[in-house]
């Protein structure tokens, strides 16, 4: 009995550990660790922004500064003069299956299924506008060449 009690424990730590280390943001992540699959969901009422990047991709801004690569099922060629986008959900979230879209244009309405949803951190965020052209590289200073010692130029007579 106080072996069964201590596994089941181990077990009980070892899945919130788990749990935990999947659902934490990690920094370090790249913009090439980012899925291009993602099936993650937004809550709709949490969307804050967004930006499109090109006809087919776009990066919306959830609460507490949350971001997501939203890629299309399609191209859009209308989605980047678009002032407004609506969505289309069965619920309140916004996800890449059970035919969630995305509602943008004017007079006419057009509505395209979302492909993947990715979360992405603050420092992919910032690589994907630049990739994207929507914000410029910061400058990269190039270093001063070292003093090598003994490489001084001496003068012939």
């Known amino acids: 009995m106080k072996t069964s009690l201590k596994q089941l424990f181990i077990i009980v730590c ?8 999947v659902t934490a ?5 790249r913009l090439d660790d980012l899925n291009l699959r993602g099936s993650d969901c937004i809550l709709i009422r949490t969307i804050r922004d967004y ?4 006809d087919s991709h776009l990066l919306i801004r959830g609460s507490a500064r949350r971001g ?10 209308g ?21 969630d879209s ?21 420092e992919q965020i910032e690589e994907i506008l630049i990739r994207f ?5 910061p400058d990269k200073q190039t270093p ?3 003093d090598v010692k003994g490489a001084e130029v001496e003068e012939l007579d």
């Open 14 to 21: 070892s899945s919130l550990f788990l749990m935990f280390e």
């Open 25 to 29: 943001e990690e920094p370090g992540k």
């Open 51 to 54: 930006t499109a990047l090109d």
């Open 68 to 77: 997501y690569f939203v890629t299309l099922g399609r191209p859009a060629f």
């Open 79 to 99: 989605i980047r003069s678009s002032f407004r986008l609506g969505f289309s959900s069965r619920d309140d979230q916004l996800c890449p299956y059970g035919g």
């Open 102 to 122: 995305i509602v943008f244009g004017g007079l006419g309405n057009e509505s395209i299924s979302v492909r993947s949803i990715s979360r992405v951190n603050e």
């Open 133 to 137: 052209g929507k914000k410029t590289p």
């Open 144 to 146: 001063t060449p070292a």
